[in-house]
Nanobody
Framework: QVQLVESGGGSAQAGGSLRLSCVVS????????AGWFRQAPGKEREGVAA????????YIADSVKGRFTISQDNFKRTLYLQMNSLKPEDTAMYYC????????????????????WGQGTQVTVSS
């Protein structure tokens, strides 16, 4: 059974930084697409960043490009999202997600293309 567990959310001032982590377990393949999504109240779930495990190609949403970085530790099966220069509009529940196959097999920033999700971690940025 695939499980994803996020951690690292919290509160930050505008301009500050946070790092989110997501431990992935239960996968039967070493190759999958893993991504970060966020959802603010009253808004649709938005793709933030994605990466194929074992690969180096990343996908970053325009809204966070230059500020957020996605990375992975394949040995620890952990996905990270480094968030710098945070803005109040980054406030949302952040979710990690995973799907079998490389990111080229789906739309990596489209939530509907992922079957496995974590429970989410809240990020709140104050001005």
């Amino acid at each position: 059974q695939v499980q994803l567990v996020e951690s690292g959310g919290g509160s930050a001032q505008a301009g500050g930084s946070l790092r989110l982590s997501c431990v992935v377990s239960g996968y039967t393949s070493s190759r999958y697409c893993a991504g970060w999504f966020r959802q603010a109240p009253g808004k649709e779930r938005e793709g933030v960043a994605a990466i194929t495990t074992g690969g180096f190609i990343t996908y970053i949403a325009d809204s966070v490009k230059g500020r957020f970085t996605i990375s992975q530790d394949n040995f620890k099966r952990t996905l990270y999202l480094q968030m710098n220069s945070l803005k109040p509009e980054d406030t949302a529940m952040y979710y990690c997600a995973a799907q079998y196959g490389g990111c080229w097999t789906l739309n990596p920033l489209l939530a509907a293309d992922y079957n496995y999700w974590g429970q989410g971690t809240q990020v709140t940025v104050s001005s």
